[in-house]
């Protein structure tokens, strides 16, 4: 079980029961999630351990939550995380709670990521989200300074790769 903590608009879309905050069963933890309202809309989601995110299609709203762990396995495949930690990860996301957003830090984050995803999107002339998520990841995010600075290293870490991510 793992809790998606939603900004209010996406809140608004989704209409779930919202629960106080618990701990998560998964090694990754809580998730944040909001929309991005580019046409057709996107659901970027972060991680509040690692800010890894995972840019997925909004649409269909009702199932967000019974899709995100498909996206989450493609995102966790393409950083090189290994076949073992994504089934442990998705065995135990069969269950999901939706919370308010409570950590500034990573609401900070993914406004940051927001407008830098809107700048890629529109540079690269590229509408890749697995791509586009991936070059999120490497961004360096203040919460992460005393650490390993960039989300995608700090997942790696966090998996038991310590290797540099390039």
Same mark, same amino acid.
């Given at each position: 079980?793992?809790?998606?903590?939603?900004?209010?608009?996406?809140?608004?879309?989704? =209409?779930?029961?919202?629960?106080?905050?618990?701990?998560?069963?998964?090694?990754?933890?809580?998730?944040?999630?909001?929309?991005?309202?580019?046409?057709?809309?996107?659901?970027?989601?972060?991680?509040?351990?690692?800010?890894?995110?995972?840019?997925?299609?909004?649409?269909?709203?009702?199932?967000?939550?019974?899709?995100?762990?498909?996206?989450?396995?493609?995102?966790?495949?393409?950083?090189?995380?290994?076949?073992?930690?994504?089934?442990?990860?998705?065995?135990?996301?069969?269950?999901?709670?939706?919370?308010?957003?409570? =950590?500034?830090?990573?609401?900070?984050?993914?406004?940051?990521? %927001?407008?830098? %995803?809107?700048?890629?999107?529109?540079?690269?002339?590229?509408?890749?989200?697995?791509?586009?998520?991936?070059?999120? %990841?490497?961004?360096?995010?203040?919460?992460?300074?005393?650490?390993?600075?960039?989300?995608?290293? %700090?997942?790696?870490?966090?998996?038991?790769?310590?290797?540099?991510?390039?």
């Amino acid at each position: 079980m793992f809790y998606l903590h939603c900004t209010q608009r996406l809140l608004k879309r989704l =209409n779930p029961e919202v629960v106080e905050v618990g701990s998560s069963t998964t090694t990754l933890g809580n998730w944040y999630a909001t929309v991005l309202p580019w046409k057709p809309q996107i659901a970027m989601l972060v991680n509040e351990r690692t800010l890894v995110p995972v840019l997925m299609p909004l649409a269909p709203a009702a199932n967000l939550a019974q899709r995100f762990p498909g996206a989450l396995a493609d995102i966790l495949a393409a950083h090189g995380i290994p076949d073992s930690f994504i089934e442990s990860e998705l065995s135990q996301m069969h269950a999901i709670k939706y919370a308010r957003t409570q =950590n500034r830090s990573v609401v900070g984050i993914m406004t940051q990521f %927001a407008y830098l %995803a809107e700048a890629y999107r529109v540079g690269d002339k590229n509408d890749d989200l697995i791509a586009l998520s991936l070059r999120l %990841a490497h961004t360096p995010c203040s919460p992460l300074y005393k650490g390993a600075v960039f989300p995608d290293r %700090a997942l790696k870490q966090l998996t038991g790769d310590r290797g540099v991510v390039a």
